[in-house]
């Protein structure tokens, strides 16, 4: 039986071309301890902001990378390949097929790009 992970996930994109992105605006009303939030579109990208506290379950993008990039706070991102701690203004690019997961055991802010089609509950 497969677990029930509590994430608000909002793959709708929130601002139009030429719409000012407020990511403070955002921050301010999520009471959600896990939420990603896809901001625009970049040509065949979304740019996405997510709001970690917890623990993500292990998984992968078969298909997909994914990029990291902490805003506030800190994360630490484990990976198949070894750990990266991330504090603000720091980043990693996962490749596609590496089981990753996010852990933040405060709040963070982040930002992250990937591909349109992509599932962030991931492929395991």
């Known amino acids: 039986m497969k677990q029930k992970l509590n994430y608000n996930m909002q793959m709708d994109i929130k601002y139009n071309y030429l719409e000012k992105i407020n990511v403070p605006e955002i921050v301010k009303e999520?009471?959600?301890k896990w939420f990603n939030q896809s901001l625009c579109e970049v040509n065949s990208s979304v740019f996405r902001l997510g709001i970690f506290e917890g623990e993500y379950h292990l998984h992968k993008h078969?298909?997909?990378?994914?990029?990291f990039f902490?805003?506030?706070g800190s994360i630490v991102l484990e990976t198949?390949?070894?750990?990266f701690e991330l504090g603000q203004f720091e980043g990693v690019c996962v490749p596609k097929g590496i089981m990753?997961?996010?852990i933040a055991k405060q709040k963070a802010i982040v930002l992250m790009i990937e591909n349109k089609g992509i599932d962030p509950i991931g492929n395991d």
């Not at 198949?80 to 750990?83: F, P």
């Open 70 to 72: 902490v805003i506030d």
């Open 30 to 32: 999520c009471t959600d």
């Open 80 to 83: 198949e390949k070894g750990n």
């Open 62 to 67: 078969d298909h997909d990378d994914e990029l």
């Open 100 to 102: 990753h997961r996010p």
